[in-house]
């Protein structure tokens, strides 16, 4: 496993990384970090594909980010996953506001009860 490749879905290149990717090659080509990750992502990919034993080994999102996290002025690491969170509720959140306005129906995603997982681990 390789932090940074691969994805549970995406069969290919992940395209938040390509958006990231083309925005440092715009914005800070000369950045020692972006160079680093650039030759990891010329560099990686073949030899996963050699190894044969991963299904995605193409650059996920986290492959990119903490590059303009970093240029950017974000040093603290541990906040990287906090960011992502926020990140993630707000496009929740706007995502919520649209349904409101256009008086779309409460969105329920398919869940278990308790009572169905106690089921589903009891038949193994």
Do not use: C
């Amino acid at each position: 496993v390789i932090p940074g490749y691969g994805h549970a879905v995406l069969r290919k290149t992940d395209p938040r990384y390509v958006a990231q990717r083309e925005f440092a090659l715009k914005h800070l080509p000369q950045d020692s970090m972006f160079k680093l990750v650039s030759t990891i992502y010329k560099v990686v990919p073949p030899i996963l594909l050699e190894l044969g034993k991963v299904k995605n080994p193409w650059p996920n999102v986290d492959a990119h980010s903490g590059v303009l996290l970093q240029y950017y002025g974000m040093k603290e690491m541990q906040f990287y996953t906090v960011l992502f969170g926020v990140s993630r509720a707000l496009g929740v959140m706007a995502s919520l506001v649209w349904d409101r306005a256009m008086g779309l129906p409460l969105e329920r995603p398919k869940s278990m009860t308790t009572d169905g997982l106690m089921k589903l681990v009891g038949a193994v």
